[in-house]
């Protein structure tokens, strides 16, 4: 089974903080996603990463930032939180080379950051 | 990347089955027709994936028509444990380049016993 962990399940930090967020994937995955999730928003992308030390824009990147030293590891930063980053942040993975058709996501747990 | 819309909620009684109905009017060619579940406090799984007709698995079906601007998945028989957000998505084939998913915001199911 694939297991992807993240850091902390439940984060609070004040404004102006810098919060690191770590997720952790055990399968050798390429991809690595990481989202917010808000309510009535769904699930947003934040940031992706193809490949170690490769990362590209989702599509709320504004205020975060993230780090793929490793393949198995990939870390979100938010520089100076702000009470608006309060949210549920989820981490995710697959693989270039699963057997479906499309890639499949293995999501962890989630983190749920609260900014005060 | 092709919208979805989807109820926002729907509710049930165990052992009935459920069908929820996603419309997603400008998919394309390349793309497929995913559905994740997810239950509070954990991130969503992938329960069924089709591109055209009927596909079946120990979880659930997905009906697609052949115009495929819609698709229904179906859960025989749910139980309490069934109660979860369930995320119609489009995604594209893998040959495609994208990489990353695009989740609207859900059907929240709530079973009554």
């Known amino acids: 089974d694939v297991k992807v962990t993240q850091s902390s399940r439940y984060l609070v930090k004040r404004t102006g903080e810098k919060v690191f967020l770590e997720c952790v994937q055990d399968m050798d995955h390429e991809n690595m996603f990481w989202y917010r999730q808000d309510p009535g928003l769904g699930l947003r992308l934040i940031y992706f990463?193809?490949?170690?030390?490769?990362?590209e824009k989702g599509d709320i990147p504004e205020g975060y930032s993230v780090s793929r030293e490793k393949k198995e590891r990939f870390s979100l930063i938010l520089e100076s939180a702000s009470t608006n980053q309060t949210s549920m942040y989820l981490c995710?993975?697959?693989?270039?080379?699963?057997?479906?058709?499309?890639?499949?996501?293995?999501f962890g747990p989630g983190t749920r950051l609260t900014v005060l | 990347l092709a919208k979805t819309t989807q109820p926002i909620s729907m509710d049930s009684y165990e052992g009935q089955e459920v069908n929820i109905t996603c419309s997603h009017n400008?998919?394309?060619?390349?793309?497929?027709i995913t559905w994740y579940q997810q239950f509070p406090s954990q991130g969503p799984r992938f329960i069924i994936q089709?591109?055209?007709t009927k596909v079946t698995n120990e979880v659930a079906s997905l009906f697609i028509p052949a115009d495929r601007k819609s698709s229904t998945l179906s859960l025989p028989r749910v139980s309490l444990s069934d109660t979860a957000v369930y995320y119609c998505?489009?995604?594209?084939?893998?040959?495609?380049?994208?990489?990353?998913?695009?989740f609207g915001s859900g059907t929240r199911l709530q079973v009554q016993p």
């Open positions: 089709g591109y055209k």
């Open positions: 400008n998919i394309a060619t390349n793309d497929y």
């Open positions: 990463s193809y490949d170690v030390k490769m990362k």
């Open positions: 998505l489009v995604a594209q084939a893998r040959d495609t380049g994208r990489r990353a998913l695009t």
């Open positions: 995710a993975s697959s693989t270039e080379y699963g057997l479906a058709d499309t890639d499949t996501q293995y």
